[in-house]
C-alpha cells in the first residue's frame, strides 16, 4: 500500500490528474496498492467528490489547491483549510501539494494542515524552476518553503515536473537529469518522483476525422531513458495520462474518440464530425473491440466498458464517459506494465 509517511512501494505510479469528474471516477476503480493520484484542484468545494473517488482509507491521495481563477489570497487560504478539513472528516488520507511560489497566507493554511494530519507535505517543483535557478539560490527557495509548512525533507516527498519540457525524448530526459542533479536532500525525500508529459492538448493535430492514428507515449520512454542514467535513488514515475498540464477556459464538444493506452503508444480512434455523436461513440468501441490490441473486457473497467457499449449493454456515453474509459485504460497498463517489466 501507499501508506502515509512511507516511502512507496517499488515500483509505483502517480497520475497527475485536473481532479474532473471522469478521472476521479477512474481512480475510484484502480487498485490503489502502488498508485497515487495527484489532484489539482481549482474548484475547492470538491472535498465530497474526492471523497468519493478515493474511498481507500490508508492510501494516500495528493492534494493541490490551484489559484487558477485568481481567488484573493486570503480567501484562497480559509478555502484550503475548509477543503483538507472536510477531506479529514471523510476519513480521506489527504497530503497537501505545495511549489515554491506560494503566498504566506497559503503556506500557514498548509502548515496548519500538515500539523493537524501529520502526513508531511509533496513539494512539486518545475524542471524549468530548477534549471533556471543557481543551485544556491534553489536549495535556499526549497528549505524556506519546508521551513514555512513546518516539515524537513525526509517529511516530504519531492516531485520533479518534467511535463512543460518540449523536445524529444532524449531532450526531455536530460533536461530531467540536469534538474534532478541541481536538487537537494536527494537522499533524504520519502519519495523522488518525476513527472512527464506525452498527450497532445489537440487530438485532432495528430489524428483526422474519420482514422485511427497513434500518438508514442515519450513520457514513459523518457522516463526510462533518465533511470537508466540517474542512479542515486529509485524514481517514482509520474504522467498525466491522456491529460495535458495546461488548463483552458475554452469547453467544447470534441469529435468522438477513444483514446486507448497499449505500450507505447495510445491508439486513438477519432469519428467524423460533431454532429449525432451517440451512433459514432457506438461504432468506434465496435472498432476498438475488434483490433488486434483490444485487451478484453476484464483487463480494466475501461475495456469493459468500451465491450459494453460495443455490445449495447451500456452507453453511448459522452465526452466525460471516454476521459474516464480512456484514463482506466492508461492506469491499468501503466500498473501492469509497472509490475510486469518495471518500467512503465
Keep these: ?121 509533496v513539494l512539486r517543483i518545475d524542471c524549468e524552476e530548477a534549471l533556471e535557478e543557481t543551485p544556491a539560490a534553489l536549495t535556499t527557495a526549497i528549505d524556506q518553503t519546508l521551513q514555512a509548512v513546518g516539515v524537513t525533507a525526509a517529511q516530504a516527498d519531492l516531485v520533479l515536473d518534467a511535463g512543460l519540457v518540449s523536445g524529444g525524448v532524449a531532450v526531455q530526459s536530460t533536461a530531467a537529469l540536469t534538474a534532478l542533479n541541481a536538487l537537494p536532500h536527494l537522499t533524504q525525500w520519502r519519495n523522488v518522483v518525476t513527472a512527464f508529459s506525452a498527450f497532445p492538448k489537440l487530438v485532432g493535430e495528430h489524428v483526422p476525422p474519420s482514422s485511427v492514428g497513434s500518438i ?33 477556459d475554452v469547453s467544447w464538444s470534441p469529435i468522438p474518440n477513444i483514446r486507448y493506452a497499449v505500450p507505447g503508444e495510445w491508439v486513438v480512434h477519432r469519428a467524423a464530425t460533431k454532429n449525432n455523436p451517440s451512433p459514432q461513440y457506438v461504432q468506434l468501441a465496435k472498432d476498438v473491440v475488434a483490433a488486434p490490441y483490444f485487451a478484453g473486457a476484464s483487463f480494466s473497467p475501461g475495456d469493459a466498458y468500451i465491450a459494453a457499449v460495443a455490445t449495447g449493454a451500456d452507453g453511448p456515453g459522452n465526452a466525460g464517459s471516454y476521459l474516464k474509459t480512456a484514463m482506466s485504460r492508461h492506469f491499468h497498463v501503466v500498473l501492469d506494465s509497472l509490475a510486469t517489466h518495471g518500467a512503465p
Excluded: C
Design 216 to 248: 508514442p507515449r515519450t513520457d514513459a520512454a523518457a522516463f526510462n531513458q533518465l533511470s537508466s542514467r540517474w542512479t542515486t535513488r529509485t524514481l517514482v514515475y509520474a504522467d498525466y495520462g491522456v491529460g495535458v498540464p495546461t488548463y483552458s
Design 1 to 121: 500500500m501507499v501508506a502515509p509517511n512511507m516511502p512507496a512501494p517499488s515500483p509505483s505510479y502517480v497520475a497527475v490528474l485536473k481532479a474532473k469528474q471522469g478521472e476521479l471516477l477512474a481512480i475510484q476503480t484502480t487498485a490503489p496498492d502502488s498508485f497515487v493520484p495527484l489532484l489539482e484542484v481549482v474548484d475547492l468545494q470538491k472535498a465530497n467528490a474526492i471523497a468519493r473517488g478515493w474511498p481507500h482509507a490508508g492510501h494516500v491521495v495528493w492534494v493541490q489547491p490551484v489559484n487558477w481563477t485568481g481567488v484573493a489570497d486570503a480567501t484562497w487560504a480559509n478555502r484550503t483549510t475548509t477543503l483538507f478539513t472536510s477531506l479529514r472528516t471523510a476519513g480521506v488520507d489527504a497530503v497537501p501539494v505545495v511549489t515554491l511560489d506560494e503566498t504566506a497566507s497559503l503556506y500557514a493554511a498548509v502548515a496548519a494542515t500538515v500539523k493537524a494530519d501529520k502526513r508531511g507535505v
